[in-house]
């Protein structure tokens, strides 16, 4: 029984964390843009790699982070930011990487354009971790 508790504490727990910290709660809508832009990327024959890293935020995580504004669209739920591994293969990510990523969103605006939001790379970032980041918002 005690176990059991503990158990259900840890997941508790644990869900409210990933709540707090940003890891949870986008909107449907940018979810599914996210999707579509993963399975045209397969589709172009590539193999994209990544993990979302942020989706909604609390305004008081939000302004811990150094590379975030006071009217994130986080805040709203309304912004993605997801970690690169690789997109075309090569174990590398870079201009190139974050061009089949704009380019594929943008085309996909085309035809949906409730998908229509910012594309956002921060490969110019001093941090090695920062520079793998990719921004995705709904407008």
């Known amino acids: 029984f005690i176990r059991l508790i503990f158990l259900a504490s840890a997941i508790l727990i644990g869900y409210e964390l ?10 449907p809508l940018l979810k599914q843009k996210l999707k579509a832009i993963k399975s045209e ?3 172009q024959g590539y193999q994209p790699i990544w993990i979302i890293i942020s ?3 609390s305004q008081w995580y939000n302004e811990l982070l150094s590379n975030s504004v006071k ?3 986080h805040l709203k739920g309304k912004a993605i930011d ?3 591994l690789d997109i ?3 174990w590398r990510y870079d201009q190139s990487d974050f061009g089949l990523i704009k380019n594929t969103a943008i085309n996909l605006e085309v035809n949906n354009p409730a998908y229509k939001g910012k ?9 090695p971790f920062s520079k793998r980041m990719v921004h ?3 407008r």
Request: cysteine-free; glycine content about 8%; overall charge positive.
């Open 55 to 57: 989706q909604r935020r």
């Open 88 to 90: 075309n293969g090569d």
């Open 41 to 43: 990327l397969r589709q």
């Open 71 to 73: 009217d994130s669209r």
């Open 18 to 27: 990933i709540t707090v910290f940003g890891l949870r709660g986008s909107d």
């Open 119 to 127: 594309v956002l790379n921060y490969l110019k970032n001093k941090s």
């Open 82 to 84: 997801i970690f690169i």
């Open 136 to 138: 995705l918002d709904l």
